[in-house]
């Protein structure tokens, strides 16, 4: 199957800080989304990609669709401890109905 | 989570046992998706459902695996003699099925222990 990489993997940083991080791709994806997950709860979703090039906010959290449709990126700007929690992007399979999810990039917030 | 209902929110089953899981999706959604995550891992799809229709079933297990997806009521996931390995968390996401079909929408899972 198609393999969604994160990276990094997880990140420590200072309350107030910005955040970035990138899901990569073996092949080609049309649609990106992006998920947060806390401990114990299901996926929300957050933003949604459908075309390449694509710049989408969401309050303080902004997403790309990579030119190359296989990439996309999440910056969490001026970060607060309630955006502790994992990170997925997620994307369709271009054929066939599975839905990919990544590998996933934790946050940690510290205050 | 946007309205998707997950029942029980914890399971135990010993192994051997049948396990039931259930979900009812955002009212008027008519697609709905399982997913098993193990600890410390992404999602892994298995199953996707529409009403009264399995339309892609290839993420999982042929054996003691099955969903549906009645005209009347939840979807269920039902998976016979679990063993130790079937210990997960086990989503379901729904969708519109519409031009936004691939924005899912989650539940807060299933955690399913086998002993």
């Known amino acids: 199957g198609q393999q969604l990489n994160q990276s990094p993997q997880s990140m420590f940083i200072q309350e107030g800080e910005d955040v970035s991080m990138n899901c990569t791709s073996s092949?080609?994806?049309?649609?990106w989304l992006w998920y947060k997950q806390d401990p114990g709860e299901g996926p929300v979703l957050l933003i949604a990609?459908?075309?390449?090039?694509e710049l989408t906010s969401n309050g303080r959290l902004t997403a790309q669709f990579g030119i190359t449709r296989k990439d996309s990126f999440l910056n969490i700007s001026a970060s607060i401890p309630s955006d502790v929690g994992i990170y997925f992007c997620?994307?369709?399979?271009?054929?066939?109905?599975?839905?990919?999810f990544g590998t996933g990039t934790s946050l940690t917030v510290i205050p | 989570n946007a309205g998707v209902m997950q029942n029980p929110r914890h399971l135990v089953r010993r192994r051997g046992q049948e396990a039931r899981l259930r979900c009812s999706p955002v009212?008027?959604?008519?697609?709905v998706y399982w997913y098993r995550q193990l600890p410390e891992e992404g999602l892994k799809f298995m199953v996707y459902?529409?009403?009264?229709?399995?339309?892609?079933e290839s993420g999982m297990p042929k054996e003691r695996f099955s969903a549906e997806f009645p005209k009347e009521g939840p979807s269920i996931l039902r998976i016979q003699q679990v063993v130790r390995g079937d210990s997960a968390a086990y989503f379901c996401?729904?969708?519109?099925?519409?031009?936004?079909?691939?924005?899912?929408?989650f539940g807060p899972g299933t955690r399913l222990t086998v002993t």
């Open positions: 996401a729904s969708s519109p099925g519409q031009v936004t079909a691939y924005e899912q929408y």
């Open positions: 092949s080609i994806f049309n649609t």
């Open positions: 990609l459908y075309k390449a090039g």
């Open positions: 997620a994307g369709p399979a271009n054929t066939g109905n599975q839905f990919y």
């Open positions: 009212k008027g959604h008519s697609h």
């Open positions: 459902l529409q009403k009264e229709n399995i339309i892609d």
